[in-house]
């Protein structure tokens, strides 16, 4: 058991998703950690441009803050 | 009900729905805050426009009441700064779901103690040179600063409460001149000659400052009567009517609300009614966008808003129930489904920005690990995998409900480096002092070997330095190994990331000439250049393959010999 403080997380519904996600803010290379498949861990800068982008392209995730 | 009663809540009530404008506008507007810490003038304007009774430009100092709100929302904390914009803060929703009469005991408080907020300064009637941009005080002044006028507003509250059942302003600025004349600034030495004015206050428009001698009412008397007009009537002290300057005891007893909500098609919700409840506005204002200039409640229902209030952890249901039950008709059809198409696709996604991230790490049941206060304080969600996450707390909660000898990797800083360079090309990496950074660094470059040690791959190292630059992958492998890289894997990774271009080792055909001059006479020699590939240095050149044996037939041609070297 690890405690990791201090990092975005997204979840999304299934992989092909969450992979959609990632790409629409270039963040794919970026992933620190997959420890599900539709679960991405990422540093915390790349989190909030990411809920930028999806909302930029009216998506507009539940952003947990 | 007696009629100042009446008029006094709603004094207060409608003093709390200037606030809530305020706060919307904020939500609507988000305002970047400028260097001297106040929101831009297109900010106050609109939130003027929007106010019960706004302040007129042309009269003297403008959006007096813009700032008195504001200053009391930042204050209790309703309002706070991100990335120099102006939000509204988690605290407002707590502020708004206290009863009335608490709500009013904070705000009341807020401004008794408000450091940033200097009634001199909105006074219409008054022009301060003496006070600069930011709202600072020029020493050499005499305009109050925020001690003297906390003290002032006390004694000031105490007098009113004593009043008689109805009095007039002029009546109350006498009492507080006769009885506290120092009550703003000092006049115990008026007879000097070096206190003949008020240093740094003036009438408007006057090119002076203004004589100290006959103008007590002028000054300290102007700032009173804003204080009845404003803080005292606003915040529910006072019945005060402009007009006639008169001010009337008021009543504790709370006003019955009365209002009702209008959901139209066209996703607009018009509040209605001449006595609408503040706490029930905010709540719906969380969740819309409040459109809150113009004469009527406006508020528009829209996807980000909506989102954005999921994320709070309201939940979509929740919401639409709160909205159905403040319309008086059922909700349109089409406003029905697309609040729940909302709820439903917000849910596919979503994302932590600032997260703890409890990794259940070779652990089969979490549930039964952590320990009771964690789950309890920070209610962490359930992740596939049986991981957790929850918001990131602040460092004193985390550490009072983390397990013994648990310490969190924070990433918010530089975490150490763990990853140790092996024998060859192998890596060390121990699993328990592994955090994300460094897995991700391992991915990046190496294959798992078995337990802790990894190899490092060329083709990785390659697909890597594409994805993300040659530049920035050696910046990562610098900060996650413990020590410096061997020369021979240094030169290796430097080389497969495209760094270095790979060295040539091959039986190599040159020209060379001893002679400076004679080097330079034989690189102008066209027959000579095409052959040269590179010149290695002055006299010393590296010919193409078969080069040497062209060379020498081109000298041959123009009768030049061609050295032999000695062979052994």
Known sequence: MKFHLHVG?????????????????????????RPAPNVAVLETEDAARLVEALNERGLHPKVLK | MSYAAANELR?????????????????SRQPRVLKNGLPNLAFFRACNDALSQPDVEAEGVAYSQVEFWLALARQIGLVHEVDSRLEPDDSADEFFDAPLMERRTRLREAWLNARDFNEFSVTPTLELPGMRKGRTVDVGSDIPGPGTLIDARRAIVEIVTTLGQETTLAALVRRVRDTLPNLFINHDDDKSWRNVYYRGIRERGAREDCERNGNWETVEGAVIALICELPLSRLGWV???????????????????????????????????????????????????????????????????????????AGASGLTDFLAGLSRSPLPQNVQFSLKDWGALSERIKIWPDALFIEAEGVDDLAKLLPARLVETLSPEVLPGG????????????????????????????????????EGASLRAPREELHLRARQLLELLSTSRGTDIYQLDADAVKRSAAAIGPDELLRRIREGLSRPLSATVALALRTWSGEFSPPIADAAELLIADNPEQADLLEELTELRGWIERKLARGVFLLRPGGSERVREALKRLGLGVAERKKK
Request: charged share 25%; with cysteine.
């Open chain 1, 9 to 33: 997380v997204v979840q999304c519904e299934d992989a092909d998703t969450l992979e959609q996600v990632l790409a629409s803010a270039n963040c794919a290379g970026r992933v620190l950690a």
């Open chain 2, 11 to 27: 004094g207060y009530a409608q003093g709390e729905l200037d606030l809530l404008a305020v706060l919307e506008c904020v939500i």
């Open chain 2, 239 to 313: 019945d005060y009517d402009p007009r006639g300057q008169l001010l009337r005891q008021a009543s504790d007893e709370p006003e019955a609300t009365a209002f009702e909500v209008v959901v139209q098609p066209n996703f607009e919700v018009v509040a209605l009614g001449d006595r609408p409840d503040a706490a029930t506005l905010w709540k719906l204002a969380r969740f819309t966008t409040p459109q809150p200039e113009g004469r009527v409640r406006k508020y528009l229902l829209e996807r980000a808003p909506f989102a954005a209030a999921l994320g709070r952890g």
């Open chain 2, 387 to 422: 991981h957790r996450v929850c918001v990131a707390p602040d460092a004193a909660t985390l550490r009072g409900v983390l397990p013994p000898r648990r310490v969190p990797l924070d990433y918010a800083r530089r975490l150490p480096p763990v990853i140790e360079p092996g």
